[in-house]
């Protein structure tokens, strides 16, 4: 069973930064991921993927986020810049390994005004 585990959530102000981290039990490498965010009773958005290294993101976070990953650690990271209390949620990180998708539980990140 492929497991992911999401860390460094937390409590930052408007226009602070944290980084989060996806560690995977299975290789990344060759495969996509991505980040989701989900606000308290709203559906989950996708705020970041990466796939061949090649990285991608809506416009609501573009030139905030980064996505990145370090193949040799099977981890996925997620630099947020310049947060905005509309990023306040559960962000979850999302492994796809051919037809299947797998999720982790997710970190909460809270951003106050």
């Known amino acids: 069973q492929v497991q992911l585990v999401e860390s460094g959530g937390g409590l930052v102000q408007a226009g602070g930064s944290l980084t989060l981290s996806c560690s995977a039990s299975e290789s990344i490498f060759n495969n996509n991921v991505a980040w989701f965010r989900q606000p308290p009773e709203k559906y989950r958005d996708i705020v970041a993927s990466?796939?061949?290294?090649?990285?991608a993101y809506p416009d609501s976070v573009k030139g905030r986020f980064t996505i990145s990953q370090d193949n040799s650690k099977n981890t996925v990271y997620l630099q947020m810049n310049n947060l905005k209390p509309e990023d306040t949620g559960v962000y979850l990180c999302?492994?796809?390994?051919?037809?299947?998708?797998?999720w982790g539980r997710g970190t909460q990140v809270t951003v106050s005004s």
């Open positions: 999302q492994l796809r390994i051919g037809p299947s998708f797998y």
């Open positions: 990466i796939s061949g290294g090649s990285p």
